[in-house]
């Protein structure tokens, strides 16, 4: 006997791999397209390829870094006082490399629509707590242990620049902290939050319908 397929009738047919089809690939996109840009180098010279300590992920993308702690903070001390959370929150959203805000009471008043002696009071507030002091008229800075803003820091009138490559200088938080601590005339509010290991403490106590306050 044949063991062959009988005439007319159809060979049986194993399964096959299951066919796999390829994914196609993403659109291109501001995080994964790549410029193509080439760059020429002289004889003798070598080149280096790092990351920027800077992100262009962030909507608008400038970023600041802040201190977990000294929002949890804000955000108990500030509590019964809650447009200084407002500035507050405008002041770290308008700093510049280095935690500096070039603005004065007039302009932050004009840009929240409230008048100037409301800004001034919580300018006042912030600088007792420590969180901001003044620079110098219209110029202010952001305590860099709470909020910071990185990037390259352009040197200020009258000042030199201590940087020999690029633009200006890179912003080191810990040389910014270093300093605050030996500058005489930083207020003993933002040296201490300033001081490694600094503590912000909220003295909690009960009101009458049980709601802790500070």
């Known amino acids: ?23 196609p690939k993403p659109p291109p996109t501001a995080y994964n397209r790549s410029s193509g840009s080439t760059l020429e180098l002289p004889a003798g ?4 390829v790092f990351p920027i300590g800077s992100s262009t992920g962030f909507i608008g993308e400038a970023f600041s870094m802040d201190s977990l702690e000294f929002m949890r903070w804000a955000a108990v001390r500030y509590d019964d006082d809650r447009f200084v ?4 929150f405008t002041l ?46 219209g110029v202010y800075q952001l305590n ?15 000042e030199k620049k201590r940087s020999k490559v690029g633009m200006g200088d890179r912003v ?20 201490a939050m300033a001081a490694p290991g600094a503590k912000l403490e909220v003295r909690k106590e009960s009101d009458g319908e049980g709601k802790a306050t500070s």
């Open 85 to 88: 959370l407002v500035v507050l």
């Open 45 to 48: 010279h070598a080149a280096q």
């Open 172 to 191: 080191e938080q810990l040389d910014l902290l270093r300093e605050i601590m030996e500058d005489p005339d930083a207020p003993e509010a933002f040296r």
């Open 1 to 23: 006997m044949s063991s062959g397929p009988l005439e007319g009738s159809a060979a049986p047919k194993l399964p096959g791999a299951p066919s796999r089809r390829r994914r």
């Open 144 to 158: 860099p242990a709470a909020s910071l803003r990185g990037g390259l820091r352009e040197p200020r009138k009258g």
């Open 92 to 137: 770290m959203g308008s700093q510049k490399p280095g935690g500096l805000i070039e603005a004065t009471h007039e302009d932050v008043a004009k840009a929240l629509g409230y008048s100037r002696p409301h800004i001034s009071r919580v300018f006042n507030v912030l600088e007792a707590d420590g969180a901001l002091r003044k620079v110098q008229r």
